[in-house]
């Protein structure tokens, strides 16, 4: 036997068992078990009018068995929170739900309103194939995808060589990774450590060093990835700074080089700093290959309004076992 007890958020007792004695009501409670749903939606499935299943609608929101969500001109929806974590409540109005009239026909009915969702998504993409690119950006752009990506990847110790005030470093940090910031700039990493201090648990992830491409403070073999963002093409010797970090990586483990493509434009070497005027494919993969990594694999990026990047990465290989 259930003990059932109303939840704080809901109304009197009685007031709740009022509102589930309406065989409507548990046949919609039923219906937002499977999905949350618009009005619209959930007089479709019910065979209702629109008035009629408002009605109800409002009746069981201020009795605190759904919420709305609004969106635009749309309202969505569901079986409140309080109602699904009072799991004895929760059990007694599912049984109940399942008991009410209609159950296979409301079914039917809902399936065909959730495929109309399926198909209204899936025409838009027919009909904008091979030229969705020219109004969307796969992910949102490329910080959405850097932190899908990023998302995808073990909570791994990363080396940020050429951290700068530290934007990649706490994107990681907030992901759960721990993060070995370096930078031959005291004064970039005096920044970045006020940032870290308003950080919390991400701040506290990061750990700072100031340090020259071909002399890193670190010790050989610590990073699961080493990361080189913008930094080659200011690199005395892209060679050397390309071994350190390879020395800095544990076998089986992966350095990353995001850096400019071969370019000509010399203004960048007096606004930016830049020593070399990017890279391209050949080249780059050459010198990361040079550096004793494998499995090489690079891409060029386009830049809306900006120079184009090539990324580049590589395998440390791991030690043959005696």
């Not at 909570?155 to 951290?163: A, Q, R, Y």
């Not at 071994?243 to 370019?263: N, Y």
Request: charged letters at 30%.
């Amino acid at each position: 036997m259930h003990m059932v007890r109303a939840s704080a958020t809901m109304e009197a007792p009685e007031r709740l068992f009022k509102l589930l004695a309406d065989e409507t009501r548990l046949r919609i409670i039923r219906a937002l078990l499977e999905a949350p749903l618009t009005v619209n939606e959930i007089a479709r499935t019910l065979a209702l009018a629109q008035s009629t299943t408002s009605r109800h609608l409002a009746a069981m929101r201020s009795g605190g068995l759904v919420t709305d969500r609004r969106e635009g001109a749309f309202a969505w929806y569901s079986l409140s929170d309080s109602l699904l974590r009072d799991e004895a409540l929760a059990t007694v109005i599912r049984d109940a739900a399942a008991r009410a009239a209609h159950s296979k026909t409301d079914a039917r009915r809902l399936e065909k309103a959730l495929e109309r969702r399926r198909t209204e998504s899936r025409d838009f993409f027919d009909s904008v194939a091979g030229s969705y690119h020219k109004i969307a950006r796969p992910g949102g752009g490329a910080e959405g995808l850097v932190s899908a990506m990023t998302l995808a990847l073990p909570p791994s110790v990363v080396i940020d060589i050429g951290c700068g005030e530290g934007e990649v470093a706490l994107r990681l940090a907030r992901l759960g990774h721990r993060v070995h910031a370096v930078d031959s700039s005291r004064a970039m990493i005096a920044a970045l450590k006020k940032r870290l201090r308003r950080e919390g648990d991400a701040g506290s992830r990061v750990e700072t060093h100031v340090g020259d491409t071909e002399r890193l403070p670190l010790a050989d073999g610590m990073a699961d990835v080493v990361l080189m963002s913008q930094i080659l093409h200011h690199a005395p010797r892209p060679e050397a700074a390309l071994r350190e970090a390879v020395r800095v990586t544990r076998p089986g483990g992966r350095v990353v080089v995001l850096d400019l493509l071969k370019h000509d434009q010399e203004w960048t070497r007096e606004r930016m700093g830049d020593l070399w005027l990017g890279f391209d494919s050949d080249e780059l993969e050459g010198l990361v290959r040079a550096s004793g990594l494998s499995e090489i694999r690079s891409e060029t990026i386009e830049v809306d309004g900006g120079l184009p990047l090539i990324a580049c990465g590589g395998t440390k290989e791991k030690a043959l076992e005696a």
